[in-house]
C-alpha cells in the first residue's frame, strides 16, 4: 500500500491505498463517501460517475493512482445544499424510483450541461444513453435534464 | 393483544457497538416489545430529531409517534424498493390522523411480527396496509379530538382535523398538537377503538402527488443502501462460488490471495445449494471491497462440477416443448409461447451486512422480505426475536430478487446472510460481504423458462384453454420475478387473442371486449380511445393492444405503437397504457410504476435473456444481459382510472401486457407473428 493524497469535493484526503484500486473504492470504502455507487464494475452502467476536473468519468474503471492532482468531484460535492439544479430538477420532476442510479445520473447530466448549458433531446439522450436505469425512470430524466437547463419540461 | 400503556415509557435501550461509542435505540411499547427506531450506527436517512421530552408521546400503536412538541413520525412497515411504500403507506396513516404532511418523520421498521406481514411483494403493500394504517392514523386523531374537545367542552363531533391542528368548527379556534399530547396519552386506546374512517371524498392528501420522501437524501448522495451501510470495525467480503449449479467444493489454494494487500482472512464458508443443502465456498474477508475481490481472484479453487454440468438452457427448452406439445382438436388453433429464464439485476447487486453477537446480533440487509431473514437468524443461531435486530435500508432495486425464500422450500435460501453471518461469527467483527455485478447475475434465481400451449375452437374463443410448462426444478434456481406466471400467462393469452383475431378476421379489441368484466372493458376502452386504435399508420407501422389483471387485479391495457424496419429493427414509439387500481394514494407514483413497469418489460421483450450452457449462465453483466437504454425508451401515457375502491396493486402490473402488446403491435407492422422473447430482428426478417 502507498500513500496517497487526492483531492475530493474541495478537501484533501491521504489514502493509504493500492495504485490500482480504482477511484470508486477509494471513495467508498476509505474516505467513507458512498453516495458513488457500485453497478457493474466495468464501466458500464454509470452508477460510479464522478468528475475529475469538471469531466465525468466512470470510477469503477479508474485507478486511484492516475487521480494526481485533479479535482474529484462526487454527488455529496455537487453543491452544498442540494442546490444544484440538476438536483432540484430531480425532485420537481419526481424521477426517483429505487434512486440508486440517480447519483450516477445526476453527475453524468451534470457534465454535460457543463459542456452544453443548453442541449438538444438527441444530444441529452445521447449522452445519457450510457447510464442505466432498471426501475424505468429514463423519461422523467429527460424532463429534469430539460428543466436544469432551462427549457420547458 | 392487549393494546400497549401508552402514558409510561418502558425504557432505553442503551447498546454498544464493537466498544467504540454509544448507539441509542428508543423502546416504544409495543405488543411484543420489538425496537421501532432502528439501531443505526450510519446516517439515517432523515435523521432523528429528538423532541425537547423524548420520553413523553402518544403512541396508540406501533406506528406513529407523536410528540410533545407536536411533531409526528410515522413508521414504514415495508421495505422501500423504489415502489414508493415509505411515502404512501405514512400518506395513508398522515391522512386519517390529519398530520402537517411536510413536517412528518418517516421511520422505518425492523424487522418485527407486531408490523403484521412485512414483506414487499406481490404488489401488496398499499393493498395490505390500506385499512391498518387508516385505522392507526384514525384512533391517534380521535383521541387528540377528544383531548380538544374536552378542553373546549364540546362534542368530539364539532371538532375537524387538518394539517396537525385541531379546530372548533363553531368558534373556529384551533388547537396544535402539540397541546393535546398529554391529555390525549392518559386514554386507553381500547376504550376509543374502533375509530370512524374519513369518507374517501374528505381526502386531502390521499390522491395528491407529493413528492418521495427520500428525494432529498437520494440527489444529494446521503441516502443509504444495503451496500452502504458502515459500522465501526467492519471488514468487506466476497465469496468464490461453484461456477456449475449445484458444484461442490474440492480443494482451494489461498496462498497468493494471503498476499493480496488489505486481504485479512481467507475461509470456507456455507453458500450455494445442492439437493436442498448449502454447499461450500470460499470467502474473502479484506478491509476493504476492492482487496476482497483482488484477493478472490487470487484463489486457485478445484471444484467438482456435480450433476448439473451438462445442464443448458437449450436442453430444457426442448423438454418443455415435448412436455407441453399436444396435437390441435378438429377446429382448433393452436399455438406455443415461450419465455425464456430473465435475470432481476437490480442496480445494486446483492449484499448484507451482518454483525453476528454472543447475545444479540444485527444483520443490515436491502431486503423485500425482512422478517425471513429475522427468522432465518433465529432459527439458525437461536436467538430470540428480541435479540436479532433486522434492519432495512434503503433497497437499490429488486423485482422480485430480494424476496428470500423460506428454508424448507425448494428454492434457496438467502445465501448473502448465511455468508455475512457466518463470516461475522468467524471473524469477531462486523462483516459486509457484497456479490459483484457477475456473482447477481451467474447465482441468482431466474425467472423460469416456460412454454405455454394455447388452443381454441375457431368458433368459440370461450374455448380457449391454457396450460404452461415451466422450466422449475431442473436444477437452475428459479423464483419470482415481476408478476412470476402473470408474465408468460398475458404474453400467451394476450398474443393468441391477435393470432385468433387475425384468423377470425376480427379487429382485435372488438375479439376481447365481450370477454372483460365491466373494469377491465373499461380500461381497455380507455386505451383503444387515447392510442387512436383504428386511426391510420404509415407503413411498416403497427399497434398491439394487451390487457392483464395481475394476480387477477387491478386491469392493466397497454397499446404498443412500434415501427419496423427493413432489416427488422424495431423501434417501439409510444406505450399508452391504463389501469384501474382502485384509489391511487399518489398519483404520480403510479404512474411512476406504469412506466417502470413498461420499460423493465421492454428489456426482457427485445434485448435480453439468461442462457445456460454447462450447467453455468453465460452472461455476466450488462454486455451480455443489456438493459434497455434511454435512446430506446418509447413515448408512454398513463391514466389512472378514477376509483374510490380500496387499492389493489400497481408495482407489477404494466410488466405482464407489455410483451404482447408489442408482439401484436409487430404483428400488424409486419404480418410476422413471432411467439418467443426476447423478440429479434432476425426472427423478422428470416424466410
Partial sequence: MTSLVINVNLKPYTVDVEPDMPLLWVLRDRIGLTGTKYGCGVGLCGTCTVHLDGQAVRSCALPVSSVGSKQVTTIEGLSVDGSHPLQQAWLSESVSQCGYCSPGQIMTAAALLQQNPHPSDEQIISAMSGALCRCGTYPRILRAIRRAAGGAA | ?687
Fill in chain 2, 1 to 687: 393483544m392487549k393494546p400497549p400503556s401508552i402514558s409510561r415509557r418502558d425504557f432505553i435501550k442503551v447498546s454498544s457497538v464493537a466498544g467504540v461509542g454509544l448507539v441509542i435505540g428508543l423502546y416504544v411499547p409495543g405488543c411484543s416489545g420489538i425496537q421501532t427506531s432502528p439501531v443505526q450506527p450510519t446516517p439515517t436517512t432523515i435523521p432523528p430529531t429528538p423532541t425537547p421530552e423524548p420520553d413523553v408521546f402518544l403512541s396508540p400503536n406501533l406506528f406513529v409517534t407523536i410528540g410533545t412538541d407536536g411533531s409526528v413520525a410515522i413508521t414504514c412497515p415495508r421495505p422501500e424498493m423504489g415502489q414508493g411504500t415509505r411515502t404512501a403507506l405514512p400518506m395513508i396513516l398522515a391522512e386519517e390522523l390529519g398530520a402537517d404532511w411536510t413536517t412528518v418523520r418517516i421511520l422505518q421498521a425492523d424487522a418485527g411480527s407486531a408490523y403484521g406481514d412485512q414483506l414487499a411483494g406481490g404488489s401488496t403493500s398499499v393493498r395490505t396496509y390500506y385499512g391498518p394504517l387508516r385505522n392507526a392514523g384514525a384512533l391517534a386523531r380521535k383521541m387528540l379530538v377528544r383531548a380538544a374537545s374536552e378542553a373546549w367542552d364540546i362534542a368530539p363531533e364539532q371538532c375537524s382535523v387538518k394539517n396537525g391542528l385541531v379546530t372548533n368548527n363553531q368558534t373556529q379556534e384551533t388547537l396544535p398538537f402539540s397541546a393535546l399530547v398529554r391529555t390525549a396519552m392518559t386514554y386507553n386506546p381500547a376504550d376509543l377503538a374502533p375509530a370512524e374512517l374519513k369518507d374517501p371524498s374528505e381526502f386531502t392528501l390521499i390522491g395528491t402527488s407529493v413528492p418521495r420522501v427520500d428525494g432529498p437524501d437520494i440527489v444529494t448522495g446521503k441516502a443509504v443502501y444495503g451496500m452502504d451501510v458502515r459500522v465501526p470495525d467492519m471488514l468487506f467480503a466476497v465469496v468464490a462460488r461453484s461456477p456449475v449449479f449445484g458444484g461442490t467444493l474440492v480443494s482451494f489454494d489461498d496462498s497468493q490471495a494471503r498476499l493480496v494487500p488489505g486481504v485479512q482472512d481467507v475461509v470456507e464458508i456455507s453458500s450455494g445449494m445442492n439437493r436442498g443443502e448449502p454447499t461450500r465456498g470460499v470467502a474473502v474477508l479484506a478491509r476493504d471491497t476492492w482487496s476482497a475481490i483482488k484477493g478472490r481472484d487470487a484463489l486457485k479453487i478445484t471444484w467438482d462440477e456435480g450433476n448439473y454440468a451438462s445442464l443448458s438452457s437449450e436442453g430444457i427448452e426442448k423438454e418443455l416443448l415435448e412436455h407441453a406439445t399436444a396435437a390441435p382438436g378438429d377446429g382448433e388453433l393452436v399455438a406455443y409461447y415461450t419465455v425464456p429464464f430473465f435475470s432481476h439485476s437490480p442496480m445494486e447487486p446483492i449484499n448484507s451486512t451482518a454483525r453476528a453477537g454472543q447475545k444479540d446480533c444485527e444483520v443490515w440487509a436491502p431486503t423485500q422480505n425482512p422478517q425471513q431473514l429475522q427468522s432465518f437468524v433465529v432459527r439458525t443461531y437461536g436467538m430470540l426475536p428480541a435479540d436479532a435486530h433486522l434492519h432495512v435500508p434503503l433497497v437499490g432495486g429488486a423485482f422480485g430478487r430480494r424476496i428470500e425464500f423460506p428454508p424448507g422450500n425448494a428454492a434457496p435460501p438467502a445465501f448473502h446472510l448465511l455468508e455475512s453471518y457466518e463470516l461475522s461469527k468467524y471473524a469477531g467483527v462486523p462483516v459486509q460481504v457484497v456479490w459483484t455485478r457477475e456473482d447477481d447475475m451467474h447465482f441468482e434465481y431466474y425467472h423460469p423458462m416456460s412454454v405455454t400451449r394455447v388452443s381454441a375452437k375457431l368458433d368459440d374463443i370461450r374455448t380457449l384453454t391454457m396450460r404452461t410448462s415451466e422450466g422449475a426444478g431442473f436444477g437452475i434456481p428459479t423464483g419470482a420475478w415481476r408478476a412470476v406466471t402473470n408474465v408468460p400467462e398475458a404474453f400467451a393469452r394476450q398474443s393468441f387473442l391477435d393470432e385468433f383475431a387475425a384468423a377470425t378476421k376480427q379487429d382485435p379489441v372488438e375479439l376481447r371486449r365481450p370477454l372483460l368484466k365491466d373494469r377491465q372493458r373499461a380500461v381497455l376502452d380507455l386505451v383503444a380511445e387515447r392510442s387512436g386504435w383504428g386511426s391510420e399508420l404509415p407503413p411498416g407501422h403497427g399497434r398491439g393492444i394487451a390487457i392483464h389483471s395481475t394476480w387477477e387485479v387491478s386491469p392493466c391495457a397497454e397499446v404498443a405503437e412500434v415501427a419496423v424496419d427493413d432489416s427488422g429493427n424495431i423501434r417501439v414509439l409510444r406505450v399508452v397504457c391504463a389501469i384501474d387500481c382502485g384509489v391511487a394514494i399518489n398519483p404520480d407514483m403510479v404512474k411512476a410504476q406504469l412506466e417502470g413497469g413498461i420499460l423493465f418489460g421492454l428489456t426482457s421483450t427485445l434485448k435480453a435473456h439468461i442462457t445456460i450452457s454447462n450447467g453455468r449462465v453465460q452472461q455476466s453483466n450488462f454486455h451480455d444481459y443489456p438493459l434497455l437504454l434511454m435512446s430506446e425508451m418509447p413515448e408512454i401515457q398513463c391514466h389512472i382510472v378514477k376509483s374510490t375502491a380500496s387499492p389493489t396493486g400497481t408495482g407489477e402490473m404494466a410488466n405482464p401486457p407489455i410483451a404482447a402488446a408489442v408482439a401484436n403491435a409487430i404483428f400488424a407492422a409486419t404480418g410476422k407473428r413471432v411467439r418467443r422473447l426476447p423478440i429479434r430482428p432476425q426472427d423478422l426478417v428470416a424466410a
